[in-house]
């Protein structure tokens, strides 16, 4: 499994200071295949597919609109999904954990926090039958009544419990980047990870969060081999102070101030060559779908 030493993270990001937060990492990319540069795999997240019908029925439009891959929710009916999969060939390369924001496993409750232990270990029992190779999880909500250094120990703790399921499930819990008021640093969201000192542990990196409040090319570099998969999702600054700052996100792909060719360089660096996911509204008709599709292909070719 490749390494991030204190030396290659030096060289990379040239900060002492991050060096120093950081320490060394164990987190490989997705694993298989040789590095080739930007041999990104084209996915879509499952929420973002707005088509009616069956999950058969849905997925054979994704796979008519050139994705190669869908990110299921948990707790979904397991069989239909796979069926779908295997009748379409696409893949699950990853599963979005469907409790983390209802049953925080930062909550100050014992019965919540329990109950979103649980539903991370189910997605991690989804991901085996998918056959996928990470679990998108939340690991904390930072709010008036849960403190940040709470939501850091509590949620690290629950993680743990879940150690050995990923493992045996062979799928890594990948940390996303949300608004949820929690790890808002790269340097931050590197040592939390490196503090779990397990391969089971890593990130999901979405491009977009990230524009509200810095540079997801500085990101990429500080978080290196840890990240598992990536969402591909653009962000408006000018929509956001006009409109709102929700409203940052209703723009197409290339129409937002994501500077992908900076992204794409630092993907380049750092040698990520595994999953794109789409999480991007327009999903909702064929058209959508493969427009959806057209402009990750203009993104991957930046």
Request: net charge neutral.
């Amino acid at each position: 499994m490749a390494q991030t030493t204190r030396r290659d993270f030096l060289k990379q990001s040239g900060s002492a200071l991050a060096l120093a937060a950081l320490g060394s990492s164990t987190f490989a990319a997705e694993e298989g295949a040789p590095i080739r540069k930007r041999q990104i795999k084209k996915g879509i997240m499952w929420g973002t597919v707005g088509v009616p019908g069956t999950v058969l029925e849905k997925c054979k439009l994704l796979k008519e609109a050139g994705f190669e891959g869908f990110e299921p929710n948990s707790h979904m009916n397991e069989d239909e999904v796979l069926r779908a999969r295997d009748a379409t060939g696409l893949q699950c390369p990853s599963v979005c954990c469907s409790t983390h924001w209802g049953s925080p496993v930062s909550d100050p409750d014992p019965a919540v926090r329990a109950k979103g232990l649980e539903g991370l270990k189910q997605a991690l029992r989804d991901a085996k039958r998918y056959g996928a190779t990470s679990v998108l999880f939340v690991p904390a909500v930072v709010n008036k009544t849960v403190s940040y250094a709470d939501a850091y120990t509590r949620s690290q703790a629950e993680i743990r419990k879940a150690l050995p399921f990923a493992e045996e499930a062979g799928a890594r819990i990948a940390i996303e980047n949300v608004w949820n008021q929690f790890l808002l640093s790269p340097l931050e969201a590197a040592r939390y990870v490196d503090e779990f000192n397990s391969p089971w542990v890593g990130w999901h990196f979405d491009v977009g969060n990230v524009i509200n409040t810095g540079w997801p090319e500085q990101w990429i570099r500080i978080l290196n081999k840890r990240i598992q998969k990536l969402h591909i999702k653009e962000f408006s600054r000018k929509r956001r102070d006009n409109e709102g700052l929700w409203k940052g996100f209703d723009v197409e792909f290339l129409q937002g101030d994501d500077d992908w060719p900076a992204v794409m360089k630092a993907l380049d660096e750092i040698g990520y060559n595994g999953w794109g996911i789409a999480e991007q509204g327009g999903g909702n008709t064929l058209e959508g779908l493969r427009k959806l599709s057209s402009g990750m292909d203009k993104i991957f070719a930046s």
